[in-house]
Nanobody, 113 residues
Framework: QVQLVESGGGLVQPGGSLRLTCAAS????????MAWYRQAPGKERELVAG???????NYADSVKGRFTISRDNVKNTVYLQMNILKPEDTAVYYC???????WGQGTQVTVSS
Protein backbone atom coordinates (compact mmCIF):
# COMPACT_ATOMS: atom_id res chain seq x y z
CA GLN A 1 0.00 0.00 0.00
CA VAL A 2 1.15 3.53 -0.72
CA GLN A 3 -0.29 6.75 0.63
CA LEU A 4 -0.84 9.46 -1.97
CA VAL A 5 -1.37 13.14 -1.16
CA GLU A 6 -2.38 15.60 -3.86
CA SER A 7 -1.95 19.36 -3.76
CA GLY A 8 -1.98 22.33 -6.09
CA GLY A 9 -5.65 22.63 -6.97
CA GLY A 10 -7.55 25.88 -6.87
CA LEU A 11 -9.54 28.46 -8.78
CA VAL A 12 -8.11 29.72 -12.06
CA GLN A 13 -9.44 31.76 -14.96
CA PRO A 14 -9.89 30.21 -18.40
CA GLY A 15 -6.56 30.14 -20.22
CA GLY A 16 -4.63 29.94 -16.97
CA SER A 17 -2.33 27.27 -15.59
CA LEU A 18 -2.01 25.07 -12.52
CA ARG A 19 0.44 22.39 -11.46
CA LEU A 20 -0.82 19.48 -9.41
CA THR A 21 1.52 17.48 -7.22
CA CYS A 22 1.08 13.96 -5.87
CA ALA A 23 3.48 12.88 -3.14
CA ALA A 24 3.82 9.16 -2.39
CA SER A 25 4.75 7.72 0.98
CA UNK A 26 7.02 4.92 -0.15
CA UNK A 27 10.22 4.78 -2.16
CA UNK A 28 8.87 1.71 -3.96
CA UNK A 29 6.70 4.28 -5.73
CA UNK A 30 9.32 4.36 -8.46
CA UNK A 31 8.24 0.85 -9.55
CA UNK A 32 4.64 1.87 -10.14
CA UNK A 33 2.99 3.36 -13.16
CA MET A 34 1.02 6.40 -12.02
CA ALA A 35 -1.99 8.25 -13.34
CA TRP A 36 -4.16 11.30 -12.88
CA TYR A 37 -7.92 10.92 -13.07
CA ARG A 38 -10.65 13.49 -12.71
CA GLN A 39 -14.30 13.48 -11.83
CA ALA A 40 -16.68 16.32 -12.61
CA PRO A 41 -20.07 16.67 -10.86
CA GLY A 42 -22.55 14.17 -12.23
CA LYS A 43 -19.94 12.44 -14.37
CA GLU A 44 -17.88 9.29 -14.08
CA ARG A 45 -14.24 9.38 -13.14
CA GLU A 46 -12.05 9.54 -16.25
CA LEU A 47 -8.39 9.03 -17.02
CA VAL A 48 -6.54 12.27 -17.74
CA ALA A 49 -2.93 11.11 -18.10
CA GLY A 50 -0.69 8.20 -17.19
CA UNK A 51 3.04 7.66 -16.89
CA UNK A 52 5.02 4.43 -16.68
CA UNK A 53 7.79 3.81 -14.16
CA UNK A 54 10.30 4.66 -16.90
CA UNK A 55 8.57 7.91 -17.82
CA UNK A 56 6.50 7.10 -20.90
CA UNK A 57 3.32 9.17 -20.89
CA ASN A 58 -0.12 8.98 -22.44
CA TYR A 59 -3.01 11.44 -22.41
CA ALA A 60 -6.73 11.68 -22.92
CA ASP A 61 -7.55 13.34 -26.24
CA SER A 62 -9.26 16.20 -24.42
CA VAL A 63 -6.02 17.31 -22.73
CA LYS A 64 -3.36 16.49 -25.34
CA GLY A 65 -1.16 19.47 -26.03
CA ARG A 66 -2.31 21.26 -22.88
CA PHE A 67 -1.40 18.95 -19.98
CA THR A 68 1.93 17.32 -19.16
CA ILE A 69 2.47 14.49 -16.70
CA SER A 70 5.91 13.93 -15.22
CA ARG A 71 7.50 12.19 -12.27
CA ASP A 72 10.49 12.51 -9.97
CA ASN A 73 11.41 9.07 -8.62
CA VAL A 74 13.92 10.57 -6.17
CA LYS A 75 11.23 12.72 -4.56
CA ASN A 76 8.51 10.03 -4.93
CA THR A 77 6.36 12.61 -6.68
CA VAL A 78 4.25 12.83 -9.81
CA TYR A 79 3.12 16.10 -11.36
CA LEU A 80 0.42 17.29 -13.71
CA GLN A 81 1.14 20.59 -15.42
CA MET A 82 -2.11 21.99 -16.78
CA ASN A 83 -2.01 24.85 -19.26
CA ILE A 84 -4.67 26.64 -21.30
CA LEU A 85 -7.29 25.52 -18.83
CA LYS A 86 -10.92 25.46 -19.89
CA PRO A 87 -14.14 25.51 -17.85
CA GLU A 88 -14.71 21.88 -18.84
CA ASP A 89 -11.51 20.95 -16.99
CA THR A 90 -13.30 21.74 -13.72
CA ALA A 91 -13.28 18.58 -11.59
CA VAL A 92 -11.76 16.87 -8.61
CA TYR A 93 -8.39 15.48 -9.70
CA TYR A 94 -7.12 12.23 -8.22
CA CYS A 95 -3.71 10.62 -8.20
CA UNK A 96 -3.62 6.82 -8.69
CA UNK A 97 -0.95 4.19 -8.22
CA UNK A 98 -1.40 1.35 -10.71
CA UNK A 99 0.86 -1.10 -8.88
CA UNK A 100 -0.74 -0.62 -5.48
CA UNK A 101 -4.27 0.25 -6.66
CA UNK A 102 -4.31 3.21 -4.29
CA TRP A 103 -5.99 6.61 -4.68
CA GLY A 104 -5.27 10.00 -3.23
CA GLN A 105 -7.97 12.07 -1.56
CA GLY A 106 -8.36 14.40 -4.54
CA THR A 107 -7.83 18.09 -5.15
CA GLN A 108 -10.42 20.47 -6.58
CA VAL A 109 -9.68 22.36 -9.78
CA THR A 110 -12.16 25.06 -10.79
CA VAL A 111 -11.80 26.98 -14.05
CA SER A 112 -14.06 30.00 -14.09
CA SER A 113 -14.05 33.70 -14.80
Amino acid sequence: QVQLVESGGGLVQPGGSLRLTCAASRTIFRLSAMAWYRQAPGKERELVAGITSSGMANYADSVKGRFTISRDNVKNTVYLQMNILKPEDTAVYYCYSVRFNDWGQGTQVTVSS
